[in-house]
């Protein structure tokens, strides 16, 4: 297990805890297995508290309409409810924006499966707020999401490693679908196909023990009846499998119309140059709007009543209302959303899914009623197909119908439309509505890995902080001897405030040089204005890189978000060749932490990371200096510095925040860490 310094422990309970299971010596895999239990049980407590306060927000938002009437109270309530959804996420927890699932990929692919504890609660209270004042937005994704901030604290408190760690997010996300639909099995089969992208022995028995273990919980304070019952239709006639064929297709194309107007809404959102607050607040009132057009405002919430209605056994739904149902959902899911509120994707999907299959179902029925006997079938295929066509999730589709029928009549036309609808969906749209939102931040995965090596880095990694900039009032004679002084071929040009303004490159003094008036012009007079490109620090680097490509120029501006016009630094092409050591760095740091993983099996041994503390008496000193002190049964394997990993030797000096990497017997390990991090006495 991986040891921090005291100043970089991840919580105040991992000490204790880490000591007893050293004392105790549990097998690996029955630790990995206890904290999958715990895991489960704590989603699915969080589970039970996050609908909890799903009723008591509901209840006050009916309140609140029976005082001050439906139409104004639906309005209001919805309109603080983002307002304040708004403040939580911009001020506290800006992870806990959308619908989640993005986040969790993202913390396993890039981040060893860290995420910040403090998730789960502004989750929770952003989503309750979301859906109980009548978003549209499933529960599952803030569930998926908090389940998955547990498992990644409790692996940080025990110090596990990165795969462990990871592991423990996955089972997390299990617990939340499990606890959500009480599917356990879907759950499981969610976190390895969507989330982890894997499959293996190891995962498996992990994932599917939280995930009972959550549905376990949620059967005890709930109920043990699914989200939604769905009734065990049979594949009634041969005739009917062109007809879900059919259906497939358009789940196909609903999928990636979702996936396409959700995120065509956010980004219309994030160009909008108004805080966080104030979006959310507008995107619940349009979603209020979209609501009030049918008299049942079946488009807003969850909207799980209208899918049980829909694969009922006395299917009698309108044609005319599911396909005004179809489209209000789609929009009222995007102006949730969209807008940046919090809450899932799963169950708009389905609830979608549901009319799209009512409609096709009710068709067929009308056209053959003797082949198309049951419409209600055709809502649970197409309840199953959308979602695997949006998601690229078909296993997880068909298993969460087939988990909750109880039957396998239905699961030939269930196999054979998400199938179709998953393969023709990522052939028109090759990004799911998971991972596009990873690809609008330059992280490209496939199978819940990274693929670009520069992915992982932002641009404030690579960039030149010490960015020479000119004012706009300069000379074009001191602009010459400015670019001889600093051998650079192009600066940031600022105002008398320090706001970037423009860009000047050495071309265009050369075209201002040969004017006739050179002597009176000044950077204003040459440098490009207005329009400008950027990057900001907090971007992925790859980004940046394409702009760099996309324009030919050498250099970018660097701001931050908060500032966009405060330069804080340039990126040039030069760095890039930085950022590719550093890169190539962590992707050796993170082959490093598997075969410390691997290691960690050998009897009575220990991998443990030291941080080398300022001010320590380790600071200094070189190997051989510290090595008197060091136990007979240790191996000093890596120093990272920085963006460095060094191999150390005898005469290696070790510097403050160096992180030591020690192969060392378990009796060893307290001597180790006295000899590298004790302070020197004053």
């Known amino acids: 297990?991986?040891?921090?310094?005291?100043?970089?422990?991840?919580?105040?309970?991992?000490?204790?805890?880490?000591?007893?299971?050293?004392?105790?010596?549990?097998?690996?895999?029955?630790?990995?297995?206890?904290?999958?239990?715990?895991?489960?049980?704590?989603?699915?407590?969080?589970?039970?508290?996050?609908?909890?306060?799903?009723?008591?927000?509901?209840?006050?938002?009916?309140?609140?309409?029976?005082?001050?009437?439906?139409?104004?109270?639906?309005?209001?309530?919805?309109?603080?409810?983002?307002?304040?959804?708004?403040?939580?996420?911009?001020?506290?927890?800006?992870?806990?924006?959308?619908?989640?699932?993005?986040?969790?990929?993202?913390?396993?692919?890039?981040?060893?499966?860290?995420?910040?504890?403090?998730?789960?609660?502004?989750?929770?209270?952003?989503?309750?707020?979301?859906?109980?004042?009548?978003?549209?937005?499933?529960?599952?994704?803030?569930?998926?999401?908090?389940?998955?901030?547990?498992?990644?604290?409790?692996?940080?408190?025990?110090?596990?490693?990165?795969?462990?760690?990871?592991?423990?997010?996955?089972?997390?996300?299990?617990?939340?679908?499990?606890?959500?639909?009480?599917?356990?099995?879907?759950?499981?089969?969610?976190?390895?196909?969507?989330?982890?992208?894997?499959?293996?022995?190891?995962?498996?028995?992990?994932?599917?023990?939280?995930?009972?273990?959550?549905?376990?919980?949620?059967?005890?304070?709930?109920?043990?009846?699914?989200?939604?019952?769905?009734?065990?239709?049979?594949?009634?006639?041969?005739?009917?499998?062109?007809?879900?064929?059919?259906?497939?297709?358009?789940?196909?194309?609903?999928?990636?119309?979702?996936?396409?107007?959700?995120?065509?809404?956010?980004?219309?959102?994030?160009?909008?140059p108004v805080s966080l607050i104030y979006k959310t607040a507008v995107g619940m009132v349009l979603t209020a709007v979209v609501g009030l057009l049918l008299p049942g405002r079946q488009a807003l919430g969850p909207g799980l009543e209208f899918i049980g209605e829909t694969i009922a056994d006395d299917f009698a739904l309108p044609l005319g209302l599911m396909a005004v149902l179809l489209i209000l959902k789609l929009l009222s899911t995007v102006f949730t959303l969209g807008s940046g509120n919090s809450g899932g994707v799963f169950a708009p999907g389905l609830f979608m899914g549901a009319a799209l299959g009512g409609i096709v179902g009710s068709i067929a029925h009308n056209l053959w009623p003797t082949v198309a006997a049951n419409p209600g079938a055709y809502a649970i295929v197409g309840m199953a197909a959308v979602f695997a066509g949006a998601a690229r999730a078909p296993i997880t589709a068909v298993l969460i119908v087939f988990e909750m029928s109880n039957d396998y009549k239905l699961i030939l036309p269930l196999m054979l439309a998400t199938v179709i609808s998953t393969l023709l969906a990522e052939s028109i749209f090759s990004e799911s509505i998971y991972t596009l939102k990873l690809k609008l931040k330059g992280i490209a995965l496939k199978r819940g890995r990274d693929l670009d090596l520069m992915q992982g880095l932002t641009v404030g990694e690579a960039m030149t902080q010490d960015a020479y900039v000119v004012p706009i009032d300069m000379s074009l004679k001191q602009l010459g001897d400015y670019f001889q002084e600093t051998h650079s071929h192009s600066f940031p040009v600022v105002d008398k405030e320090m706001k970037l303004v423009g860009m000047v490159s050495i071309r265009d003094y050369e075209k201002g040089a040969a004017r006739p008036d050179c002597a009176q012009l000044t950077v204003a007079d040459i440098a490009t204005m207005g329009n400008l490109l950027v990057a900001f620090e907090d971007e992925p680097l790859s980004e940046a890189i394409q702009r760099l490509a996309l324009r030919g120029v050498n250099k970018l501006p660097v701001v931050t978000r908060s500032q966009p016009d405060k330069v804080v630094g340039v990126i040039r092409r030069r760095n890039i060749i930085k950022a590719y050591n550093i890169a190539l760095a962590r992707q050796g740091r993170a082959q490093f932490n598997v075969e410390k993983a691997r290691l960690r099996q050998v009897d009575h041994t220990e991998f443990v990371e030291i941080t080398i503390p300022a001010g320590g008496r380790a600071v200094g000193k070189t190997i051989a200096d510290l090595a008197p002190n060091l136990p007979e049964d240790c191996v000093l394997v890596s120093v990272r510095r920085g963006s460095r990993v060094l191999i150390p030797h005898g005469d290696t000096v070790l510097q403050p925040n160096d992180m030591v990497n020690i192969f060392v017997s378990e009796a060893d390990e307290t001597a180790v860490m006295r000899c590298l991090t004790e302070a020197v006495e004053e």
């Open 1 to 272: 297990m991986t040891v921090h310094s005291p100043s970089q422990g991840p919580g105040w309970k991992g000490p204790w805890l880490r000591h007893y299971l050293d004392r105790v010596q549990p097998p690996d895999s029955l630790v990995l297995v206890t904290a999958a239990v715990f895991v489960g049980a704590g989603t699915g407590l969080g589970a039970v508290v996050f609908i909890w306060l799903l009723q008591q927000i509901s209840a006050l938002s009916l309140q609140i309409q029976n005082w001050i009437g439906p139409i104004v109270g639906l309005i209001l309530f919805m309109a603080v409810a983002g307002l304040i959804v708004g403040y939580l996420i911009d001020r506290f927890a800006s992870e806990a924006k959308g619908h989640g699932v993005p986040e969790v990929m993202e913390a396993i692919a890039l981040h060893n499966g860290r995420i910040r504890p403090r998730v789960a609660a502004f989750k929770v209270l952003a989503s309750s707020l979301t859906i109980g004042a009548g978003g549209s937005a499933g529960r599952e994704g803030p569930i998926v999401q908090v389940g998955s901030a547990l498992g990644s604290t409790l692996g940080q408190m025990l110090h596990f490693s990165a795969e462990r760690t990871q592991t423990l997010v996955a089972c997390g996300a299990a617990a939340g679908i499990a606890a959500t639909f009480n599917a356990p099995i879907a759950g499981a089969l969610f976190a390895l196909e969507v989330i982890l992208g894997k499959f293996t022995t190891r995962y498996f028995g992990a994932v599917v023990i939280s995930s009972v273990t959550a549905s376990i919980v949620g059967r005890a304070f709930l109920s043990d009846r699914p989200a939604f019952t769905v009734p065990a239709y049979p594949l009634h006639h041969l005739g009917e499998l062109p007809i879900y064929i059919v259906l497939g297709i358009l789940s196909a194309l609903v999928a990636v119309l979702f996936i396409r107007t959700l995120y065509g809404m956010e980004g219309f959102f994030d160009k909008q």
